[in-house]
């Protein structure tokens, strides 16, 4: 099932619940590595932990062996359908050199990709690698992980929302947080039906800056 048609199919699965009537649909705990060598960005590494309800609903039929349980092999299929279908999407990552986005798709295939299941929730892995050269040390690098229609909400990890790995000591990392919707905003989006992928104009403009903002600085 791939993250088109799962989406879908979670549209159907809240559309009989009252209370899902709304944007987003789904929510998702975003915590990224940053791979750098000699300041060169190579690669992003997203571990994506989906919400409890969504979770649920994605595992069904998968348990193959029927004991309870679930294995990396089980959620292999859910898993290479699902990172293969993000490109979609531009995997809900954007990429911002020296204050411009990278128009061009920056990522390769996603790489290193496996599903976990912690008997509550499920987690996303995979590896992005960069196919275009970003100099970190030539102007700040800018990451926004989010979806513009606001049909995933990303939030990122609290305490370890993100991280930089190889050998460029110099570089740090920070992140900024997106601002909260107000109860006016958050009330029109509850109108939304949940079948209703791209949001109206006037809604669009209300979410597609809601973006969770990972800056790397190279001195």
Not at 44 to 61: C, L, M, N, P
Not at 141 to 147: E, I, N
Not at 148 to 164: Q, T
Request: glycine share 6%.
């Amino acid at each position: 099932m791939g993250w088109k048609v799962l989406a879908l199919a979670v549209c159907v699965f809240f559309s009989a619940m009252a209370a899902a009537f709304a944007h987003p649909h789904v929510l998702v705990t975003s915590r990224s590595e940053i791979v750098l060598e000699d300041r060169q960005v190579k690669a992003v590494r997203h571990i994506w932990t989906f919400d409890e309800t969504f979770s649920a609903f994605a595992i069904q039929g998968l348990d193959s062996d029927g004991d309870g349980k679930l294995t990396a092999e089980e959620l292999k299929p859910l898993a290479q359908v699902n990172v293969e279908s993000l490109e979609e999407y531009g995997f809900f990552t954007f990429l911002i050199v020296a204050g411009a986005e990278v128009d061009e798709q920056p990522f390769g295939d996603p790489v290193d990709y496996w599903l976990d299941w912690d008997g509550r929730q499920l987690t996303l892995h995979f590896t992005l690698p960069l196919v275009v050269n970003v100099d970190a040390g030539a102007g700040p690098v800018r990451l926004d992980v989010y979806d513009p229609e606001y049909f995933v909400a990303f939030s990122l990890h609290e305490e370890n929302p993100a991280v930089l790995a190889g050998g460029a000591e110099s570089c740090r990392v920070s992140v900024a947080r997106p601002r909260a919707l107000d109860a006016q905003a958050q009330a029109k989006l509850a109108q939304i039906p949940a079948e209703i992928r791209d949001l109206p104009e006037n809604l669009y403009a209300m979410t597609s800056d809601l973006a969770n903002a990972i800056l790397v600085r190279c001195p």
